[in-house]
């Protein structure tokens, strides 16, 4: 199971960081993700990291602005987010993928079978 937090109302230009915590496994041997969904939006990627924590890849919006990182020795991986701006507002999604090789990188949602409840980040202007 994962679980969510962080998120908040926040003004635009600030900055927000989202944590991503496991239950009942260890996520050391999944490739994680945080994706969003914004009202009447699909589900976008925003940010993936590899289950070494070596690679990462990023959602071209966020890119210059957000960070991933995960920390596997306390089950957790997080979403740093600078300048945040009104398109950002929406949940956020964390997602882990099982079978994950140890440098690679999923994209696409379909990759991912286990998914937190989400986070709602807003976004004012």
């Known amino acids: 199971q994962l679980q969510a937090s962080g998120g908040g109302l926040v003004q635009a230009g600030g900055s927000l960081r989202l944590s991503c915590a496991a239950s009942?496994?260890?996520?050391?041997?999944?490739?994680l993700g945080w994706f969003r969904q914004g009202p009447g939006e699909e589900r976008e990627l925003v940010a993936i990291?590899?289950?070494?924590?070596?690679?990462?890849g990023y959602g071209d919006p966020v890119k210059g602005r957000f960070t991933i990182t995960r920390d596997n020795a306390k089950n957790e991986m997080y979403l740093q987010m600078n300048n945040l701006k009104p398109e950002d507002s929406a949940v956020y999604y964390c997602a882990a993928k099982s079978n994950a090789i140890s440098s690679g990188l999923y994209y696409g949602a379909a990759n991912y079978g286990t998914w937190g409840q989400g986070t709602l980040v807003t976004v004012s202007s």
């Open positions: 009942g496994r260890a996520l050391r041997h999944y490739g």
């Open positions: 990291i590899s289950r070494s924590g070596g690679s990462t």
